[in-house]
Structure formats: structure tokens, C-alpha cells
């Protein structure tokens, strides 16, 4: 059993920047695929970032290229998610994910362990 629990998440204006914090508990992390994803009312969950478990690879959404980053530290069991350039757009619920593979992948349904979210809100 995997346990993820974000933190970092609050209220930034728009332009700004924002580090999300996801730590993992369970001794495969370092070989586990993590991802973000992140959530408005009323919308699907929407892929952000993945970051592989082998070679710490990235994926990212188009819409966050260029300004989002993800990394992991493996001895800590945790990634980040360094975001900048901030717009009201990128207000949401931001959820980390673990799948026990090390393939990143974009797609939430191959993800089984999922955080509680953290509100990122974006000011104009």
C-alpha cells in the first residue's frame, strides 16, 4: 500500500510562483512512476506532470511547458512540483499519483494511489 499526502498548495497572484510537495510512504517509490494531476469543479482531472521511477524522465502537458517542473528526491520519498508564471487558469486541485511501475505515463486510470489534494488559487 502506497500513502501520498501533497502539500505546498495556497493562494499566489497571478505571475508568481509555488512549489507543491507530494511525500510517499512504501518502499518501492524509488522505482514508481509519480504524477500530477489537478482538478476543477466540474471538470475531468487533467494530466500535469509525470516523472519516471528508472530514470527520473519527464512528461509534461502542454500547457504547463515551460513553466511547471517536476523532480523527485528519492531518499526523502517525495516529488515536487516547482510552478511559475502563474495564471488564474491554473487555479485547481492539485493531486499527486503513484503507480507501481516506472514508466511515467499521462493517463489517470493507471495510477491506483492517489493523495487527498492540495487548492492551488490563482489571483488576477
Known amino acids: 500500500q502506497v500513502q501520498l499526502v501533497e502539500s505546498g498548495g495556497g493562494l499566489v497572484q497571478a505571475g508568481g510562483s509555488m512549489r507543491l510537495s507530494c511525500a510517499a510512504s512504501?518502499?518501492?517509490?524509488?522505482?514508481?512512476?509519480m504524477g500530477w494531476f489537478r482538478q476543477v469543479p466540474g471538470k475531468e482531472r487533467e494530466f500535469v506532470a509525470s516523472i519516471s521511477g528508472s530514470d527520473s524522465s519527464e512528461i509534461y502537458a502542454d500547457f504547463v511547458k515551460g513553466r511547471f517542473t517536476m523532480s523527485r528526491d528519492n531518499a526523502k520519498s517525495t516529488v515536487y512540483l516547482q510552478m511559475s508564471s502563474l495564471s488564474p487558469e491554473d487555479t485547481a486541485v492539485y493531486y499527486c499519483?503513484?503507480?507501481?511501475?516506472?514508466?511515467?505515463?499521462?493517463?489517470?486510470?493507471?495510477?491506483?494511489?492517489w493523495g487527498q489534494g492540495t487548492q492551488v488559487t490563482v489571483s488576477s
Open positions: 512504501g518502499r518501492t517509490f524509488s522505482t514508481s512512476a
Open positions: 499519483a503513484a503507480r507501481p511501475h516506472s514508466l511515467y505515463s499521462s493517463s489517470p486510470s493507471v495510477y491506483p494511489y
